[in-house]
């Protein structure tokens, strides 16, 4: 999973160093931090979801920023948003890289909170079977 946010943060990089905008960023045209954070778990997510060959079969309708457009559209944001707000923080990549150490932290807690579900899901039905041996 690191390593699709490491693509990801990587991919939109790239595509907004490659433009040199002359223009400054207004703040209002960025998404605010407290909302980053949970609009770019989702991103990651579903980039994750999508790389299940069942789940992106399902979604072959969709292009990626269709996908990722979807997702910003939930939140209240646009594409356009998004974009402005990667290009704003490769400016500031302390503060990027304190943004996604919050990212990292909530999926993180979440594969444990599923993890944690998966194994206890196990235990109860080995119990319910009485196939459960205590070691």
Partial sequence: MNRSIIILTLLFLFLYSCTQSEQKIQKSELIPPKDLVPVLTDLHLANGLLSISEIRNYY??????????SI????????????????????????????????????????????????????????????????
């Fill in 60 to 69: 072959d309708d969709m292009d990626s920023l269709g996908q990722y457009s």
């Fill in 72 to 135: 910003l559209e939930s939140y209240g944001y646009s594409l356009e948003q998004l974009n402005n707000t990667i290009e704003y923080y490769s400016s500031y990549p302390e503060a990027l890289n304190e943004i996604y150490e919050k990212v990292i932290t909530q999926l993180s807690e979440m594969e444990v909170e599923i993890m944690s579900s998966d194994t206890s899901s196990i235990t109860q039905k080995k119990r319910a079977t009485g196939k459960y041996i205590s070691r």
